[in-house]
């Protein structure tokens, strides 16, 4: 594939069950040019990962992967930190991020409605003014958490998906204006756009971000991104690259990035 994926969790997070380092063999096998772990640090107690990030253990984990890589692939140390803007300052008290190489910001949680990748919360209430709330919680969490990627922005879908209700529509022109200062603020702050392709394995069947929200992205004059698959297990290991970097060409992308040291890189897309 000659690719890479800035989206990868391993068995460090419990969520996970493939150790990096096999990771890395796998990354060799499909000729990926580097990969991007995570490794959840969700300090929400209603996240399934509460409480469960170990700083030690997961730099033991990185250590072994860099050298099953032998320098084949290039490994890089992230953390996927859920709802920043609300456990930032609970978060740096347990690491150190200039440790890390990028932190993803993730919302799982909108604030007073719960988890938004469920099914339970879209059963009792309305599903539009869910999303519309999940779209303002990511406005107020890119305006002032210290990220360097916001990850799978759309989550939702899965959530919608999973409770049998309708999730094929276009947010754009529900909440222009919202998603458009979502947009410009990752723009302004340097903060690259995830184009994360898990909902390609999913019900839903689409990216998130939609193709529309990438292409609005782009024309508001957007140009960080990074691609991730957001791999927990197998078989989905690094699915859906090539999808995601054909559609990143077509909207009209000709880079994609990486992080080392928490400073972003160009990666050519072929």
Known sequence: MNSIDMHVHTSDSPDADIPAWRLVKKGIENNLAGIGFVAHLDLNPEDFCYGSFN????DESITRARIESGGRVSVMKGLEVGEPHIYEEQAK???????YDFITGALHSVKGIGMILGSEVYK?????KIVEEYYSETLRMVEVSDIDILAHLGLFRRGLALAGLKYDFNEL???P??????LRVL???GIALELNTSGLRRKEKVTYPTPAILERFRGLGGTLVTVGSDTHREPHVFFGLERGAALLLK?????????????PKAFELT
């Open 187 to 189: 723009i302004e702050r």
């Open 173 to 175: 022109q529900l909440w």
């Open 177 to 182: 204006e919202t998603i458009d200062n979502i």
């Open 93 to 99: 008290k347990l690491v150190d991020y200039s440790n």
């Open 55 to 58: 700083a030690g253990t997961y």
């Open 124 to 128: 009792d209430g309305d599903p539009f």
């Open 251 to 263: 909207t009209g992308f000709r880079e994609v990035n990486t992080f080392l040291g928490r400073v």
